[in-house]
């Protein structure tokens, strides 16, 4: 997908065919978000590693439960936070990518560091969706599972049109197009790591026990999601570009479609038993059916 950042451009070809523009909107559906229960890591692992490196680790990840805010043993018995005390999707992109370090030296020393330790994560969309494995690839699969559907919710986020302070109507800026395919691409890395350099390495007891969310079809399909949306955004500047060639538009309007398309065809090999899971599959053939339909206008200007 390297022509997503494409600035190819010619002369002027006449305007924009309707449909597609700058002030058009685009929506960034994220599925359900999976969270991490507590569990003791410094009992489990008082006789495998330090006692230091042990506290450590559960300083980082009890970071990733506070700013979860979910599933901590005090969260109960706490006194309710205002909103300027609550935790953000920054904390907690910000807990998860310290603690990611930790879990790779974890890797790199062996399973056997944490035999016997058991990581439990739910879906918030539906907390009686618990998994509980005792690996630590399970835990690195669900914390960049985790950062890749942040990275979403926060494209999204850029996405979403604001007054302006004038009063005008509501406009997404140029600026924060920009800024969220970047923060798309950013999403599709972690799937792709997740696909690439941890689920092939994956025991293959554990990969049978994963749930539906962590699965190499879901997992490809988020990653051609994060990848599409990029592509949608590169061809609304292209198509607003007075500059940009037909030839441009009519291969990111080709791309558009192709990367929906393969996204579509992974999402048919997860079970969708959850009503967000069927969310998820509507919202991607509507994507795909948009993606032709744009083609298609483009392939009419030959």
């Known amino acids: 997908m390297g022509c997503i950042l494409s600035s190819e451009s010619a002369p002027e070809d006449g305007g ?3 449909g597609l523009n700058a002030d058009g909107e685009i929506y960034v559906y994220v599925p359900g978000l999976r969270t991490p229960k507590y569990v003791d ?28 805010g979910k599933n901590t043993p005090a969260s109960k018995s706490r006194r309710r936070k205002t909103s300027q005390d609550s935790p953000t999707a920054a904390d907690l992109e ?20 944490t035999s016997g330790l058991v990581f439990e994560w739910t879906n918030v969309e539906d907390e009686k969706k618990e998994t509980a494995l005792g690996s630590v690839y399970y835990e690195l699969l669900s914390v960049l599972h985790l950062l890749g559907m942040l990275a979403l919710q926060e494209a999204n986020v850029r996405l979403t049109s604001r007054p302006p302070a004038e009063g005008y109507a509501p406009k997404v800026t140029e600026e924060s197009k920009r800024n969220a395919i970047e923060i798309l691409l950013k999403a599709a890395s972690y799937f792709d790591c997740a696909l690439r350099a941890v689920l092939p390495n994956t025991p293959e007891d554990i990969k049978a026990k994963l749930p539906a969310d962590l699965s190499e079809p879901m997992l490809i399909a988020l990653e051609h999601q994060a990848l ?30 192709q990367v929906w398309k393969e996204a579509n065809e992974r999402i048919e090999h997860v079970p969708l038993m959850d009503g967000w899971r069927k969310k998820l599959f509507l919202f991607l053939k509507w994507k795909l059916t948009e993606a032709k339909v744009m083609r298609k206008i483009h392939m009419h200007k030959l």
Not at 41 to 66: F, G, M, P, T, W
Not at 95 to 102: D, M
């Open 228 to 257: 599409g949306h990029g592509v949608e955004l590169q061809l609304s500047f292209a198509v607003d570009n007075i500059k940009a060639s037909l030839a441009v538009k009519r291969r990111l309007a080709c791309e558009h479609v």
């Open 94 to 113: 910000k807990a998860l990518v310290n603690y990611l370090p930790a879990l790779l030296g974890f890797v790199a020393g062996g399973e056997k560091w």
């Open 41 to 68: 890591l410094k009992e489990h692992l008082q006789d495998a590693i330090s006692a230091d490196l042990a506290s450590r680790l559960q300083y980082l990840r009890s970071n990733v439960l506070i700013t979860s």
């Open 16 to 18: 924009s065919p309707p």
